[in-house]
């Protein structure tokens, strides 16, 4: 399975930059893992919040690979459990997926268009997390997913 993690802006912190370079590190023996940052888009200078997703979107949508199936992070998304998560990926792997794309939005949401796309939609629970955790939440979850799937240590 390869993974592909679609995020709105850059990660600036170190300490955020190396957490998911740790996990994309893990995932190597379980497939490719890449990440795509998109730009993050200014409301003042785009005209309004409406107006940076939707440019935001856009930028979102050309980063989707063709065949991908989409997963948007959302806070009304389904909530899984690791577990449930390592079965719901096993699942579209046996069902032919080759290739599941995670999308992190932007600080004010995403697009109709992208949530248009989206195959599904996965929520970490009805917090609001920054950007930056949600990426490294995520990486995490998909790595523990993977040990999980394999019946390797790691996951209690």
Known sequence: MKFTVIAVGKLKERF???AC??????LQPYGKTSVVEVPD???????????AVE??????LKAVPERAH???LAIGGTQRSSEELAARIDKLGVS??????????????VSADVLKRADETLSFGPITLPHNLAR??????LYRACKISRGEPYHK
């Not at 888009?41 to 107006?51: E, I, N, S, Y």
């Not at 440019?55 to 979102?60: D, P």
């Not at 490294?136 to 979850?141: D, G, I, K, P, R």
């Open 96 to 109: 032919g997926v080759g290739e599941v794309a995670f999308v992190i939005g932007g600080s004010c949401g």
């Open 136 to 141: 490294v939440v995520l990486l995490e979850q």
């Open 21 to 26: 370079a740790e996990y994309l590190k893990r």
């Open 70 to 72: 989409v997963i948007v």
């Open 55 to 60: 440019r935001e979107g856009a930028a979102v």
């Open 16 to 18: 955020w930059a190396d």
């Open 41 to 51: 888009v200014d409301p003042a200078k785009a005209g309004g919040d409406a107006a």
